[in-house]
Every structure is written in C-alpha cells, then in structure tokens.
C-alpha cells in the first residue's frame, strides 16, 4: 500500500466520520472494502484475472457465511439486501466496460458480462447445493481443505506456475510467458486465516449469529486487509455492531497511531532497507563485520516495515471507531525468545497456539500419554514455527527458518527452566539485574536476526554463504 493509497483511506474514514458520525457503519465498511479488494489486487499479465480473484474472494465470504450460520437467518431482510449489493456491485463493475466514460480499465480488466452472469449462475448453484446438506461438519472441513489448497498452490513457485500455464493456455494466450508471479492473489492470507477462524468457531458453537454484512466487513475490512491483524470474529462483529460517539478520542489516538506508523514504514524501515540483507547485498560482502551489521539491521527493518503497516491500519479503524488488536508490543526488548515472539506478529501467533499448538498437543497428552512432554513440547514448538515459516512461502529456507526458531524456543524454554531451578528466588537471571537482562535481550536479538538470513534470502545456498562469511568458516 503506497502513500496515495494510505491517504485516500484516511482522507474517506475522517469525512465519513466527520459527516456521518457513527451511521450506516456497516455500509461504509462494505463498500469501501469491495472497492479496495478490486483496487489493491495489482493488474495481471493473465487476462482478468485481477478480477476474478477479488470476485472468487467475495464468494469463499458468501459461501462460508452460509456454512457458519444457522438457516434460519439467511433468509432476513438484510442479509437478503446485503447478498443483492454485493453482486449488483460485481456485476455494474462488469457493465461498466460498455461505458467509455468509466476507465476502470486503469484500476482491474473487466471480463464479458456474459462471462460475470455465467460465473454467478455456478455460484448460485454452489449455494445451493450447500443448502441441501443439513450436516455441514464434512463442508466446514471441504472448506477449510479448498483454502488451504489454495493457499499451497499460490505460496508454491512450481505450482503458481503451472497454474499460470493452465490459465494461459485456457485464454489463448502465449504459454512461454508463463510464470509463477503471475499468481499473485492480494489479501490471501488473512482473508484465509479469518475464514478459518470463523469456519473452526461455528464447528465448536453449532453456528455463529452474525450478519452476512458484518461478516463480509470482518473479512474484506480495508484497514487491515493486506497486512493484519488477525481480529478475532466476536471481537470485530460487537465493535462494528456498537454505536460509540467518541469522535475527539479516536482522532486524537489515530493520528498518533498514524503518524508513528508512517514514520516507521516510510522513513526508518525504508532508509533500513538500503543496509539490510538481501540476495544482491550479500552476494558482495566479504568483510565479517559488514555481513553481523546488515544481518541485524534486517531485524529492525522487518520491525519497523511491519509494525508500522499495523499501527497505519490500527489509526485508520480508530478513524471509524473500530479497535483492532495490537499485533506488536516492542518485540525488540524482549529478554527471551518465547516473550519475544509473544510480542511479535501477535494475533498471528496467537491464531496458531488456539488452531494448531494447543489442539494437537492435547491430543499427544490425551492419547499418547506415554510420550515424553518435553519431547511433545519440542515437537510441538518446531512443527509451529515451521507452519509460521510455510505461510510465508513453501521453500527449503522457511522450513529451516522455522526449525530455527521452534529449536530456539525449545532449548530457552528448557535453559530458563533450569536455572530458574538453581536460584535461590527461583526466578530466571534476566530478572536478578538490569545487566543480566541486557545480554539476555542481546542474544535473544543476535539469535532472532540469524533466522532471518533464511527468512531473507532465496535459497540455501545464499544462506550458507551469509554464515560462511559471518563465521569466518
């Protein structure tokens, strides 16, 4: 998201809020989101596909919606009126290439009309095929299957490519040109996660009461469409729901939140990025001192990149009067590992504790009870990180970057322990003195920033030539 982009969304949430006060909130949301999942998804070299990806996401919204909720309220007033403005939308985008005044061409490439009616036939017929079922507990779990299918494929180089080739062949276009940047799908990921989260928490509540407006507005929200965080569906839904008057307030914290996050994004991670680790700057660095400063320069980069999206996006909800969860609490001084990543990306991690970690280990205590905990508890934190890793790509370097990790947290989970065991007050060292507390947070930033030479670059090979040169070997 550029600088005109973030400024456009401020610039449209101050005077919505400004005119309209707290009125038609959920209306405000929607359509602002459906107009930033069309303008955010880049132009493809594939032909209309930075439409059709937009359109497929707001049909994994529609149709997991169904799923969630019980039968009874799909058919009210407002979800009836909300499902027609979500398709006359998409299908006055389709009419509007016969329009010349109307250059939408600019923003996403329109399809035939014929082809968008035909698309939203099968989408009919989809839903109601998932209608017939009265036991949905096999479509919660096609579903979550069909997302993470997806979400292989696109983080996948060999399989984005193929499906570029298909895509290609399928719309006559030239075939040699196919490449696996060409499946680029914005907002993936976190629609995915919130999709899932909502799919898991129907599963254990017997279907959840929300509208399908709120629900497209929890999914598509435009602050925190390409970036997070990660709200949790209850959370989002009684925050939009509310009807709170404090104006004064949440400007005045907004522009905090928003001026931090520019100057973090916009001038410290960006000035960062000159002198951090990449493919090119490292493949030309022989000096060992120069290889530590941009190894950990990139520990502050990727902070200052990250944390900076998230407060944009936490001041541009508090224009509207939404609070989202903070997804960074200064990471950078933490005196352990484990508190360090309980710092950072929060509502990532903690998506993956309530999904992944704390689910299977009960089930490796509940049903395997002979196994040693500790060895639960290694595996458990490796396979974590490891997943954490293939979220941000399927490749060799994430997997080891995740082992990294998930190994680290283990071994300072088992080292505190210890030698909490030996002191007299039977608290670890890092708490007894300021100074203990510093080289504790020093190498928990020297061990962090080593992971991210695989998280940085490409292969392993680029990895092991970093290290190489850092460890004089």
């Known amino acids: 998201m550029g600088i005109s982009q973030i400024i456009f969304f401020i610039s449209i949430s101050l005077i919505y809020r400004l005119v309209f006060r707290n009125k038609g909130l959920q209306w405000f949301v929607l359509l602002i989101s459906l107009v930033t999942?069309?303008?955010?998804?880049?132009?493809?070299?594939?032909?209309?596909?930075?439409?059709w990806l937009p359109v497929l996401g707001l049909s994994f919204g529609i149709i997991s919606w169904i799923i969630i909720t019980k039968k009874v309220k799909h058919y009210s007033k407002q979800n009836l009126f909300t499902f027609i403005t979500v398709i006359s939308f998409m299908l006055i985008l389709?009419?509007?290439?016969?329009?010349?005044?109307?250059?939408?061409?600019?923003?996403?490439?329109?399809?035939?009309?014929?082809?968008?009616?035909?698309?939203?036939?099968?989408?009919?017929?989809?839903?109601?095929?998932?209608?017939?079922?009265?036991?949905?507990?096999?479509?919660?779990?096609?579903?979550?299957?069909?997302?993470?299918?997806?979400?292989?494929?696109?983080?996948?180089?060999?399989?984005?490519?193929?499906?570029?080739?298909?895509?290609?062949?399928?719309?006559s276009q030239f075939s040699n040109l196919a490449s696996s940047d060409e499946i680029i799908w914005i907002g993936y990921s976190y629609i995915a996660f919130r999709v899932i989260h909502a799919l898991i928490e129907s599963r254990k509540r017997n279907g959840l009461e929300i509208s399908l407006r709120s629900y497209l507005c929890y999914l598509f929200y435009f602050p925190a469409f390409l970036a997070g965080p990660i709200d949790k569906i209850d959370h989002f839904n009684a925050e939009i729901s509310s009807n709170k008057n404090t104006l004064p307030l949440n400007i005045l914290k907004a522009g905090e939140l928003i001026a931090v996050g520019l100057f973090q994004k916009f001038i410290v991670a960006d000035t960062f990025a000159v002198v951090s680790i990449t493919e090119t700057l490292s493949g030309t660095i022989t000096s060992k001192f120069w290889m530590w400063v941009v190894v950990i320069v990139y520990t502050f980069r990727i902070y200052f990149d990250f944390n900076g999206y998230s407060n944009i996006a936490l001041g541009i909800s508090e224009i509207i009067g939404i609070q989202l969860p903070v997804n960074f609490n200064k990471p950078l001084i933490s005196p352990t590992l484990s508190i360090f990543w309980n710092n950072w990306h929060i509502t990532l991690t903690q998506w993956f504790r309530a999904y992944f970690f704390n689910p299977i280990t009960r089930f490796?205590?509940?049903?395997?009870?002979?196994?040693?905990?500790?060895?639960?508890?290694?595996?458990?934190?490796i396979s974590t990180m490891v997943l954490i890793g293939l979220w941000h790509g399927i490749s060799y370097n994430f997997i080891i970057w995740g082992a990294w990790i998930g190994v680290g947290l283990f071994l300072q989970n088992r080292m505190t322990g210890f030698v909490t065991k030996k002191t007299s007050s039977g608290n670890p060292l890092w708490k007894k003195s300021p100074i203990y507390k510093t080289i504790s947070t020093i190498l928990t930033i020297l061990y962090v920033s080593l992971g991210w030479v695989w998280f940085a670059l490409p292969d392993v090979n680029a990895s092991m030539q970093v290290f190489n040169v850092l460890f004089g070997m």
């Open 364 to 381: 490796f205590r509940t049903r395997f009870k002979s196994l040693n905990s500790q060895f639960i508890l290694a595996f458990m934190q």
């Open 37 to 51: 999942i069309f303008w955010l998804q880049p132009i493809s070299t594939i032909r209309n596909l930075d439409f």
């Open 94 to 171: 389709g009419a509007s290439r016969f329009i010349p005044v109307i250059v939408l061409y600019k923003f996403v490439t329109i399809p035939g009309f014929f082809n968008i009616l035909l698309f939203f036939l099968l989408l009919s017929f989809v839903i109601l095929t998932i209608r017939l079922f009265e036991n949905k507990k096999y479509i919660h779990w096609g579903m979550v299957g069909i997302i993470s299918i997806i979400f292989i494929i696109q983080k996948n180089d060999s399989l984005s490519y193929e499906i570029s080739l298909f895509l290609r062949q399928i719309n």
